[in-house]
T-cell receptor
Framework: AQSVTQPDIHITVSEGASLELRCNYS??????LFWYVQSPGQGLQLLLKYFSGDTLVQGIKGFEAEFKRSQSSFNLRKPSVHWSDAAEYFC????????????FGSGTRLSIRP | NAGVTQTPKFRVLKTGQSMTLLCAQDMNHEYMYWYRQDPGMGLRLIHY???????AKGEVPDGYNVSRLKKQNFLLGLESAAPSQTSVYFC????????????FGSGTRLTVV
């Protein structure tokens, strides 16, 4: 069965420090992978997506993610975090005909230390 | 602004009451989805629709019904609300092809007492 695992429930980093949020997936075929961000009281906003090709993808707000098929991972990174990056981050995988179904990980809450 | 609109934004129900959540999108998207979000569990898919007049079950469909009579609207119904259905509900939509990223609504916070 398809699944998405985000092993870190809560991460705190200092402003200006680098960030890596982990995501592992279970899916038999080539996955479509996403990272979303959710600010408090808001819906989810798409940060970036991977369909095929270059395994390092760039997204909005200075985020990037790398797809590693051998590790079934799609980790999110940012070289230098800003206080405004404090939010909850969700990894997701799409499958089915026309990638019609997307399932989400349980999320990682990011706090920024001044 | 174009996007996904959910109504209502907040609601308190008594156990056994019924209600309908409305999701409307003006982007001509074919696919629409209802998710529920609970602490520590991410978003779980309740039902989804790949076109007008079609619906399908997601991960947690029990206790919910949906209808997609018009392409722009996707309704989520609770026939007999239970405290376990206390959650934040999100609607999302996307095109059938190309960009598979969802557009999300801002959510409906439902409390069942």
């Amino acid at each position: 069965a398809q699944s998405v695992t985000q092993p870190d429930i809560h991460i705190t980093v200092s402003e200006g420090a680098s960030l890596e949020l982990r995501c592992n997936y279970s899916y038999g075929a080539t996955p479509y992978l996403f990272w979303y961000v959710q600010s408090p009281g808001q819906g989810l906003q798409l940060l970036l997506k991977y369909f095929s090709g270059d395994t390092l993808v760039q997204g909005i707000k200075g985020f990037e993610a790398e797809f590693k098929r051998s590790q079934s991972s799609f980790n999110l990174r940012k070289p230098s975090v800003h206080w405004s990056d404090a939010a909850e981050y969700f990894c997701a995988v799409a499958f089915g005909s026309s990638a019609s179904k997307i399932i989400f990980g349980s999320g990682t809450r990011l706090s920024i230390r001044p | 602004n174009a996007g996904v609109t959910q109504t209502p934004k907040f609601r308190v129900l008594k156990t056994g009451q019924s209600m309908t959540l409305l999701c409307a999108q003006d982007m001509n998207h074919e696919y629409m989805y209802w998710y529920r979000q609970d602490p520590g569990m991410g978003l779980r898919l309740i039902h989804y629709s790949v076109g007008e007049g079609t619906t399908a079950k997601g991960e947690v469909p029990d206790g919910y019904n949906v209808s997609r009579l018009k392409k722009q609207n996707f309704l989520l119904g609770l026939e007999s609300a239970a405290p376990s259905q206390t959650s934040v509900y999100f609607c999302a939509s996307r095109t059938q092809t190309g960009n598979y990223g969802y557009t999300f609504g801002s959510g409906t916070r439902l409390t069942v007492v």
